[in-house]
């Protein structure tokens, strides 16, 4: 087979997969905050500054989640939040690390670009998380 057909293929293959993850719907960043209160908000606080009912028992207390975006000046690592939650980037903290969220990962996938122009099929709820997440970013 000769490389533009297989170009033409992998094309074709790569739109319907693409096509097969959409939803209706992107999740919004209302979405995520459910999510967060439900999986975060124990740690990192209802305001997600990092003064939740957990945090005075731990060693490095959490982030405050508001500065995300002012810790990398200015741009909401997309890539980096999602591989944060979902356990993929390991913390570097003494003692427990941030719980793996493995019930994020489960249901229908979304389209969803995290910073490199590529939209890849990725768990909704990670998405709403992280949607939220940058919905909420404090402006220094």
């Known amino acids: 087979m000769r490389a533009p057909q297989l170009s033409l293929i ?3 293959v790569s739109a319907l997969l693409v096509a097969a993850c959409a939803n209706e719907e992107m ?7 459910a999510l967060f209160m439900q999986n975060c908000a124990v740690c990192h606080g209802g305001d997600a500054k990092g003064a939740g009912p957990m945090a005075g028992a731990m060693s490095t207390p959490p982030p405050d989640l508001t500065l995300i975006a002012v810790r990398n000046n200015g741009a909401f690592p ?4 999602l591989s944060s939650i979902d356990g993929y980037a390991k913390s570097d903290m003494t003692g427990p690390n941030m719980p793996e ?6 249901g229908d996938l979304v389209p969803y670009d995290s910073g490199d122009g590529i939209l890849t099929p990725t768990p909704r ?4 998380l992280s949607q939220y997440l940058e919905s909420i970013q404090a402006a220094r």
Not at 78 to 81: D, E, G, I, L, S
Request: glycine share 8%; aromatic share 8%.
């Open 10 to 12: 992998f094309a074709s």
């Open 27 to 33: 999740p919004q960043a209302s979405d995520g905050q």
């Open 78 to 81: 997309k890539a980096q939040v």
């Open 101 to 106: 969220f493995g019930a994020l990962l489960e």
């Open 125 to 128: 709820k990670l998405v709403a």
